[in-house]
């Protein structure tokens, strides 16, 4: 029969703390959406990282409706349901035809919803993305 050997003490310490959250750890996100919740939108979503990370995040957003009109984002709210945190708004810049959506501060480890409320004349949606960060 074999037995097991305890594992020394530091390598305990070292998994317990691995999950303390280095600012440079990215989020397992599980792909970007393509359309919108009520599949208003076609939408187009592009990350400057990778994924969403812990600390300063930044995006694009491209959608356009069912007769290739724009739609632009018009708000953003980013959320941690598991401690009911809410981020600062970010900063939301429009040209004709997209967003940049800046200066959004995912300031904890976690899971973070991030609402992207998208409209056109006569029309609204929203796109859900999730960010779990590490």
């Not at 037995?3 to 998994?15: G, M, Q």
């Not at 970010?90 to 959004?104: G, K």
Request: proline content about 8%; glycine content about 10%.
């Amino acid at each position: 029969m074999r037995r097991l050997r305890p594992l020394p003490c530091s390598l305990v310490v070292l998994a317990a703390l691995a999950g303390c959250g280095d600012p440079s750890l990215g989020a397992a996100s599980g792909g970007l959406p393509t359309v919108s919740e009520r599949g208003t939108f076609a939408v187009s979503v592009a990350t400057e990282q990778p994924d969403f990370r812990r600390g300063t995040n930044a995006f694009d957003v491209q959608a356009t409706d069912a007769a290739g009109g724009p739609a632009l984002v018009t708000g953003v709210v980013a959320r941690m349901p598991g401690h009911d945190h809410l981020a600062t708004p970010p900063r939301i810049d429009c040209t004709a035809r997209s967003c940049r959506v800046s200066d959004l501060v995912l300031a904890m480890p976690g899971t973070w919803e991030i609402t992207v409320v998208l409209a056109s004349p006569g029309a609204q949606d929203d796109v859900q993305l999730s960010a779990e960060l590490r």
